[in-house]
């Protein structure tokens, strides 16, 4: 195990800690920004740097395709590939995996909610599933050309060995919120199978971490909790379908987290909204990543704080197409004081964003990405300081 992780402090549950992969640190409670085609959307090495990022995840799956992970080795790695000198985390490809099968069939992410499944009575047709699973592996078809590939366990392995990252992700099977108990079981069991073989092969000079899967139903996860201490990881991931509702998936971690060692870091996969980030950093997990920062601010949308009229009704989020904001001399939160906030207007983010101006998309990624990083170093501050049940009631108002 080359992964190192120390725990400072607790408030319950809620903990803050350093790890340390490859003489790396890294600060927990951590938010990844995800640099999926090794790029950070519309920030480069030198924003990442001013931001004071950490820790990213790439996307293993993405990268194989475009440019190719062999590629990416003969040109040094990913860290010099992209010039980034932190740590690089890479998933496995499993929840892509899901993506093009039952997330593209059912038209779902990872938590369905009661809006989607109403929705989902009046479907009559669900999309076409592009991939195969069998025990070996899966059987997909390339987004980009159409054509026929295969990624299995030791594929996977080779994949994030070329690419060089401090961080593997076994590669699991990740099932659907509409995955019934028997398929979800059958999941488990094969991704369980797989697991056994990604350890056999993954590049020792990396970190790894198992992920606990089982969907919604707690005597699934307690077996794969079971099965996973079996073995010697790094860390955890939680993943897969994580249930019907956000209650579901607090459930889940009521049910996980206190069976994971203490001296290990806790991943929740693909989760980044900011209520479930205090919530879940509530029951114990570490470490988060999402693409919601540039996501969403590609789409208009930007984060703010409570005192700039950010809750959980609006998702912590404006839209900067708004006419109101078309005369705003205000910075976008003026609680911020992040290079964006402090140097530009909402009139002028307004404006570039109505005009289609590149340098919108830079302004107001860099914003998001700072909001998430400012809001774990509160969050850290707080529970060092023994107020983290304050901040949480300030933020949620609960």
């Known amino acids: ?55 990213i995840m790439a996307n293993t799956f993405h990268l194989h395709l475009k440019p190719g992970d062999e590629l990416i080795k003969e040109l040094g790695g990913l860290h010099k590939f992209m010039n980034f000198n932190g740590v690089i985390a890479t998933d496995s490809g499993g929840f892509q995996v899901f993506s093009l099968g039952f997330g593209m069939e059912h038209g779902i992410g ?72 028997e398929y979800t079981a059958k999941a488990l069991e094969r991704t369980n199978r797989w697991i056994e073989r990604c350890l056999e092969c993954y590049d020792r000079s990396q970190a790894i971490f198992g992920i606990v899967q089982g969907g919604e139903y707690k005597d699934l996860r307690l077996k794969s909790v079971e099965f996973i201490l079996k073995h010697e990881f790094d860390g955890y991931g939680i993943g897969g379908s994580l249930g019907k509702s956000k ?25 980044g909204a900011v209520e479930d980030i205090f919530k879940s950093v509530e029951k114990g997990i570490d470490m988060f990543d999402c693409v919601s920062p540039t996501r969403w601010a590609r789409r208009g949308l930007i984060y703010v704080s409570p005192s700039a009229g950010g809750n959980v009704k609006n998702k912590f989020r404006v839209h900067i197409k708004n006419a109101k904001f078309r005369n705003d001399s205000k910075p976008l939160d003026p609680a911020c004081d992040c290079f964006v906030c402090q140097n530009y207007s909402r009139a002028y983010i307004h404006h570039l964003f109505v005009s289609n101006e590149l340098t919108y998309f830079r302004l107001a990624s860099y914003h998001n990405v700072y909001f998430f990083l400012k809001l774990m170093e509160e969050i850290r501050e707080a529970i060092k300081g023994g107020y983290f049940a304050e901040l949480k009631k300030e933020w949620l108002g609960e």
């Open 1 to 55: 195990m080359i992964l190192k992780f120390k725990v400072n402090c607790h408030e319950g549950s809620a903990r803050t800690g350093v790890a340390e992969v490859r003489g790396k640190k890294f600060r927990t409670p951590a938010f990844l920004p995800v640099a999926t085609l090794a790029s950070v959307r519309a920030l480069d090495f030198g924003d990442l740097k001013e931001l004071g990022v950490e820790i």
């Open 110 to 181: 990872k938590i369905a909610d009661n809006i989607f499944l109403e929705r989902l009575r009046n479907v009559s047709k669900k999309g076409e599933k592009w991939i195969e699973v069998d025990e070996d592996g899966i059987s997909f078809r390339n987004p980009l050309n159409g054509s026929l590939m295969r990624l299995t366990p030791e594929k996977s392995m080779k994949i994030q060995s070329n690419l060089g990252s401090d961080i593997v992700f076994v590669f699991d099977e990740c099932t659907s919120p509409l995955s019934d108990k």
């Open 247 to 271: 209650a579901d998936m607090l459930n889940i971690l009521d049910w996980v987290v206190p069976l994971l060692p203490e001296d290990k870091p806790r991943h929740l996969l693909g989760i």
